[in-house]
Every structure is written in structure tokens, then in C-alpha cells.
């Protein structure tokens, strides 16, 4: 991470994008944005825009990966090619095998998948368009399309990643202030289990500024939680007024 | 795609046991909950690299061969060497390791490897320049796991850094953009010593350097590398159970306080003071 050429944060305190330092960025979320999936979602948060959805819980295939006490999770990150400034190569890198691996361990510590043994439940994420922390919004719409296919689940997980731009603790990062940034801390979170379900982080922290990072990181978690639960109320309200005015049009 | 791992079979009776155990402040193998097993690390055992650290920590061991290539730079890093790092979970150290395409496990051992080294700055990649945007040092980390008796995040680190700390390469100069080997050999410059500390949860309990059956029975494990300066430089959370936010502030504190009292174990074996 090199030393910033631009400042990230202006002489008012606000960064480049016009937020305060525990400012989110703008966050839109949709619910059953897919037709053939069992549940899906659709998150924007600043520049990303990010599809998830879920198949399952279905019959394992191959079927020795069926586990005997419990569904297998499957889950892929990926990002589109068209996602990033440079065309990616379709193909997953490292990176995405990773982001795979921890995001489906962050999402299936909320899934009760004891109740589906020998089943298998697949969340797809693909990136359409990346700004800075999208494996966190991939999370939080990831776990809106679990809610969507009606998967049992303990909690719904959202995620946010703090950061470190010129010294101090900032929320959020974008793209540029992921790139120039001093740290970045993305970080899954339940907020009635008080359960962090992912952590990881990169960039040189000492321990205070690590607990305010994390505080700030738990904090922003609890707030989208709150918009992921209006948007799941959303859809389902307008489907029940949908089953009531088709009623009411019956009789 | 990534898929909840099948387990080896593990007898309930011994499952008890090490949770028993340990809900009791004891291991398995008599240690204390913040205790590793023991430590023993030989360099140089490879001359054809330029430097190698073979690990022992209990029964595990891991085994770095540092090599040194020229080639071109990262488009976005004109001016600076490139480190690359690379685990391999070989098949003769677990009867679950099988040959072929690196696994998520390798991958991700790998990854987090690499976080430590280079967000701690070890290696001095902006000394390994010699023509910006042209021609750099390569320096290739290569990770080789021997013996899988757990904990294999920490024993990599250990072994990379051991590595990189003994690791020698032909001195070179540039003058007016020409490049000149030169036959004597320098060590690298290491400017950091990033050491990982693995906390690991069985049933609420928090332990280090977990052997292979207690790992068996982990929840969920929380790597914490930190550098000389006793900052958080990388962390990487495993497996399916969660953490409370106290739990990961208390591992953070573990594993800063460990990393230190291991640094000086490695420092002492690669003679670095």
C-alpha cells in the first residue's frame, strides 16, 4: 500500500467522496431479483453492484459429496470480467478461491443445515461491477437470498469492512481508499448472536486502532442488518397484497 | 466452488476427551492452553536455494525453499521487486493431501502467508529494482508442507521467515542503466519479522498451536500476524463457528504477546542477534 499522491480525506474531514469517516456509503437492496433461482437478491453499495443466489436445499450432486448429518454449502465468488477497470479473466483467481471458501464459511454458520442432511445448498455471488469491499456486500445479499429461498437460518449476516486512510479509522472503503488505504478489515457480523462470522485483514493496525476499527465495523453491520430485514419485509409485502387483491378479484 | 469439508472420522469417545480436556484448562499432550509443542528450526538444508527453513513444531513440519528469478514488474509497481508465494500440501505429509491442483486449503495457507510478508514490509521489494518497469528480482517463497500434525498456518509463517531471514542472492549494481551480477552473495535486507499466532475455539475454549486430533474438534480458528512493532499486520478467520467480538480482542492480545516470545525463537535460530 503506497503513500497517497491525492489526499483521501480534505481539510473539512471528509473523504473524496464527500463522507464523514464512519459515513457508509449509499446502500440499495433488493429481494427476488431472479426468476429461476430459489432465492436471490441484489445489493448496490456505492459502485457495486452484486447478484446472489441460492439453489437448494436440492438433492447432492456428485453425490458423494452428500454429507449423512447435515446439507453441504456450496458457494462461489465471482467477478465478471467486465466487473473491474482491466478486463479479468473468467477463470477464478486465488483470490475468488479464497473469498469462496471464507465467505461460505461466514454464511453457514447462520444455516441451521442439519435439517436438510444429504442435501446440498448453493449460493452463487457474481460481481457485475466491483468497488472497494465486495466480498462484504456480496455477504449481505448472499444471506438475503438464503432468507429469499426460505433457508432455515439462525440470524441474517451482514458485512462491512473498515479501513485506514491517512492515519485515522474510516468506514466503508471505496475503491480508491481500498488501493491507497493503510488497512482494510472486512468483517461479517450477527448482531443478536454477537457473532462475527467472517474477520480477515491486511495493512499494519496497532491493537487500539484495531478495536475502533472493529467497533466500527460491528456498528455498520447492525445498521444494514436493520436495511436488510426492510427489504426482505418489502418483497413479502407486496406478495401478500398481491395474494390479497387476487382474492379479492376471485370472490 | 467452494464445499463444507468431510471431516475424517474422529471416535466420540476421543472427541470428549480433548473437549473435556480442555474445558479444564488441559491438552491431550499435558500442555497448557497457550503452550506450542516444541519448536526446533534448521536453515540451509537446501543449497541450491537461495535459502531454506525446515520447521518442527511437534510433530508437524514444514519445510521453504526461497528462490531468487529476474523478471518484469507488476504494471501497478514499476519500481518495485515482486514476492510470490506458493503452498503446496504434499501428499506424502496427509492421508488427505491428494496430488493435483492446489486445493482452497493451500490456497488460503498461502494467502495468508503472504498477507504477513507483505504487509509487514519484510522483504524490501523497492531495493530488488534494477530496471523500473523493466527488470526485477522475482523472489519466489515456496511453502511445502511435510508433516501435517496441525497448526499449519503458523508453521508455514515460520518457516517463510526463517527462510527469507537465511536467504542469500548475488549482489548487483546499476550504472547508467546497465545492470551488472556481481559473484558475491548478500543476504536480503529484511526489514520485518511477521510472526502468526493461530488462536484456536474448541467448545468456547481458546487454545494455541492446536495438534491435528484437537483441530478435528476446532469451531473456528483466528490467525493474528503481527510484526516487530507489536502491530496487527494480517488476520484470517477459519472454519464454520463464529466469534464474539470480546473473544477476537482477547486472541489479537494472545497473539501479539506469543508472536513476540516466538520472533526471538526464530531471530535465535537464523542469527539475527
Not at chain 1, 479464497?98 to 461460505?104: H, N, Y
Not at chain 2, 476427551?17 to 499432550?29: C, E, M, N, P, S
Not at chain 2, 552473495?185 to 502468526?196: D, G, I, K, R, S
Request: with cysteine.
Amino acid at each position: 500500500m503506497s503513500k497517497p499522491e491525492t489526499r483521501l480525506i480534505d481539510e473539512n474531514g471528509l473523504r473524496v467522496d464527500g463522507r464523514r469517516l464512519d459515513e457508509l456509503r449509499p446502500i440499495k437492496l433488493e429481494v427476488g431479483t431472479l426468476d429461476k433461482a430459489d432465492g436471490s437478491a441484489y445489493i448496490e453499495q456505492g459502485k457495486n453492484r452484486i447478484i446472489a443466489a441460492v439453489y437448494g436445499p436440492r438433492e447432492a450432486h456428485p453425490k458423494h459429496i452428500a454429507l449423512a448429518d447435515r446439507a453441504v454449502i456450496r458457494c462461489r465468488y465471482h467477478m465478471a470480467p467486465f466487473s473491474v477497470e482491466e478486463r479479468k479473466s473468467p477463470a477464478p483467481s486465488r483470490r475468488e478461491l479464497e473469498l469462496s471458501k471464507v465467505i461460505r464459511e461466514a454464511l453457514e454458520t447462520s444455516i441451521v443445515s442439519e435439517l436438510y442432511p444429504r442435501t446440498s445448498i448453493d449460493i452463487f455471488i457474481e460481481v457485475l461491477q466491483s468497488d472497494g469491499g465486495s466480498r462484504c456486500a456480496g455477504i449481505t445479499a448472499a444471506s438475503l437470498a438464503l432468507a429469499d429461498a426460505g433457508v432455515p437460518l439462525r440470524e441474517i449476516v451482514a458485512a462491512c469492512a473498515a479501513t485506514k486512510i491517512e492515519g485515522k479509522i474510516a468506514l466503508d472503503p471505496s475503491d480508491i481508499e481500498d488501493k491507497m488505504g493503510e488497512a482494510d478489515l472486512p468483517v461479517a457480523f450477527m448482531p443478536k448472536s454477537n457473532a462475527v462470522t467472517l474477520i480477515q485483514m491486511d495493512g499494519s493496525l496497532t491493537e487500539a486502532e484495531f478495536n475502533q476499527a472493529l467497533d466500527l465495523a460491528i456498528g455498520a453491520c447492525r445498521k444494514i442488518n436493520e436495511l436488510q430485514i426492510e427489504a426482505l419485509k418489502r418483497k413479502y409485502v407486496a406478495v401478500r397484497e398481491q395474494a390479497e387483491e387476487s382474492r379479492e378479484v376471485a370472490t | 466452488m467452494s464445499s463444507t469439508p468431510q471431516l475424517p472420522p474422529i471416535a466420540k469417545i476421543e472427541q470428549r476427551t480433548i473437549v473435556d480436556l480442555i474445558a479444564r484448562g488441559r491438552r491431550i499432550d499435558e500442555r497448557s492452553p497457550t503452550d506450542y509443542r516444541e519448536l526446533k528450526i534448521e536453515t540451509g538444508l537446501v543449497q541450491k536455494a537461495n535459502g531454506s527453513a525446515l520447521v518442527h513444531l511437534g510433530k508437524t513440519k514444514v519445510m521453504t525453499g526461497i528462490k531468487v528469478e529476474l523478471g518484469e514488474p507488476f504494471p501497478d509497481t514499476p519500481d518495485q521487486g515482486v514476492l510470490t508465494v506458493n503452498a503446496e500440501l504434499v501428499p506424502l505429509a496427509s492421508p488427505s493431501f491428494e496430488p493435483g491442483p492446489p486445493s482452497e486449503g493451500a490456497i488460503e495457507l498461502a494467502r495468508v502467508v503472504d498477507r504477513g510478508l507483505r504487509e509487514s514490509k519484510a522483504i524490501p521489494l523497492e531495493k530488488l529494482c534494477m530496471e523500473p518497469g523493466k527488470k526485477v528480482i522475482i523472489v519466489f517463497v515456496d511453502v511445502y508442507v511435510l508433516d501435517h500434525d496441525g497448526n499449519l498456518i503458523d508453521a508455514s509463517a515460520m518457516s517463510a521467515l526463517s527462510a527469507l531471514l537465511t536467504s542469500k542472492m548475488r549482489r548487483f549494481e546499476v550504472e547508467g542503466g546497465e545492470v551488472h551480477m556481481k559473484d558475491e552473495l548478500v543476504p536480503f535486507q529484511m526489514q520485518n519479522e511477521p510472526v502468526a499466532v493461530t488462536v484456536a475455539k474448541i467448545d468456547g475454549n481458546m487454545v494455541l498451536d492446536p495438534c491435528l486430533e484437537e483441530e478435528l474438534v476446532v469451531s473456528s480458528r483466528l490467525t493474528v500476524t503481527s510484526d516487530r512493532d507489536g502491530n496487527v499486520v494480517a488476520m484470517q478467520k477459519g472454519g464454520m463457528g463464529p466469534f464474539t467480538d470480546q473473544e477476537i480482542r482477547q486472541a489479537v492480545k494472545i497473539a501479539i504477546d506469543k508472536g513476540r516470545e516466538i520472533r526471538e525463537i526464530i531471530r535465535g535460530a537464523t542469527g539475527q542477534g
